[in-house]
């Protein structure tokens, strides 16, 4: 290439180079200007607008009855309201704007220009985990920004009973003489002893398997359950109840805490003249008022 | 009941040449002129009709030995009480144990929650006599708002520096946002 070519190829460049850059340049320095100003307020009087700018930490905690700590800017000296906005009820309808408390105390102010502390209700129910906003209204009327927070839903225990629609007996062992799962005889069963048929109780599922008296020889066989959790419950504990003599009842354990989803298999034997009897006590914890089926 | 494989009784015979093959005649052992049964001829269904059936003197021979109708029927009503009670004092056991560990568990929790009130509280308070730092962000809008006013009649170079100057306010926001 001659030095004339190389010359004149370093100009085209150079010339493309302005063109294309400095109206970039231009472009991009008016709207960081106009950025500014969309964040602060650039004209007319010296405003400060109310800004929730962070939490802190620990002493934080959104959820019914627990407190939060706001940093901001601009939140005036006189008090204004603070909002929980955003919850939705476990079915997906929107609940109404929740107004925050600010604590008194004498002495003490929890509004501040530059911070406010609020408590939320601790009565707020019927709600799952799920993302919400704060915002704060000034004295004068003027919102802040929404602020994106995680809300945690109040949570409740429950022991599960065979009753509830949670709970399947999938399978019920029919070798004995008497079988009965969750209160409900094997159809073919002829009512031998012993006559009485317990109810589970407060139980989540039991089995009784009675081998006849007089006769000869075990009975051995196995009863299938099934526990199905959803919207946030979670298995807690496991208690368990044996009654027998001399055979056995195995699988009653296995349950995994903080699952939702639990199928035990109890292999069981009556030896003759003997009655097994065996009941499970599920403990289960979730969101405050939502249900677990 | 599983008729087929839940018998370890000899004998599979049918129901009626079993019958007649295992009542006999009371000998040694039962009352006079009562039935004996003999259980391993019989199924356990088989079983189970007699011992509805059959009159309390009858006797039923098994390999733990001779019994009556009305021992057994006693025995199983016993047992039967028995579970009945045991399992419902167990029951009992477990709900009050659940109970209990609700109590504690709500104890827990609004112990924890008037802790973490308490705290925040004199947290905040902590917090709001330290004193405040520079009102950063006031001071970002007073500097926007002179930029913007001296940018309308500026000259093409100073509003480079003010545009300059604007990016690094803003970068400032941005930190103090997060």
Known sequence: ?293 | MRVRGCQRIVGTVLSALTLSAGVSSATAGGPPGSQIIRVDTLTKRQFDQQLKVLPESAVIESKRGRFTVGEIRAKGVQKGREIEAKSQAGDAQMQAKFQAHLARIEQQRQAKLEVARAKAMAEFTRLSLTPAAPAQREMIQQEAAQLSQRSKTASPAERARIEERAGQLLQQLQRMGQ
Not at chain 1, 127 to 156: C, H, Y
Not at chain 1, 214 to 231: M, T
Not at chain 1, 244 to 255: A, M, N
């Open chain 1, 1 to 293: 290439m001659s030095p004339h070519n190389r010359r004149y190829r370093i100009l085209t460049v150079v010339a493309l180079a302005f063109l294309v850059l400095v109206p970039l340049h231009g472009d991009a320095t008016s709207h960081l200007l106009l950025q500014l100003c969309n964040q602060v307020t650039c004209t007319g009087a010296l405003t400060v607008l109310p800004r929730i700018e962070q939490l802190v930490p620990f002493i934080t905690n959104i959820t019914p009855g627990g407190s939060v700590a706001i940093k901001g800017s601009g939140l005036g000296s006189a008090e204004g309201e603070l909002y929980l906005k955003g919850l939705k009820t476990y079915l997906g309808m929107a609940l109404d704007e929740i107004r925050l408390t600010i604590p008194e105390e004498p002495g003490k102010d929890f509004w501040k220009t530059t911070a406010v502390l609020g408590m939320i209700p601790a009565n707020i129910v019927q709600v799952l985990d799920q993302p919400a906003r704060l915002q704060i209204m000034t004295k004068s009327g003027t919102w802040s920004n929404e602020f994106p927070v995680n809300f945690t839903a109040a949570r409740e225990d429950r022991l599960l009973s065979y009753t509830d629609p949670a709970v399947k007996v999938i399978r019920c062992g029919t070798d004995s003489n008497k079988d009965i799962c969750n209160a409900s005889q094997d159809p073919d069963d002829l009512g031998s002893y012993p006559p009485v048929i317990p109810g589970c109780g407060a139980a989540t599922f039991c089995g009784l398997h009675s081998n006849c008296y007089g006769c000869v020889g075990d009975d051995v066989d196995s009863d299938i359950f099934e526990v199905r959790l959803k919207n946030g419950w979670v298995f807690t504990k496991l208690d368990t109840s044996v009654m027998l003599d001399e055979g056995y009842v195995l699988g009653l354990s296995g349950l995994r805490v903080g699952g939702t989803y639990w199928r035990p298999q109890i292999t069981w034997k009556a030896t003759s003249w003997e009655t097994v009897f065996y009941g499970a006590y599920v403990r289960i914890s979730g969101p405050k008022g939502v249900p677990w089926k």
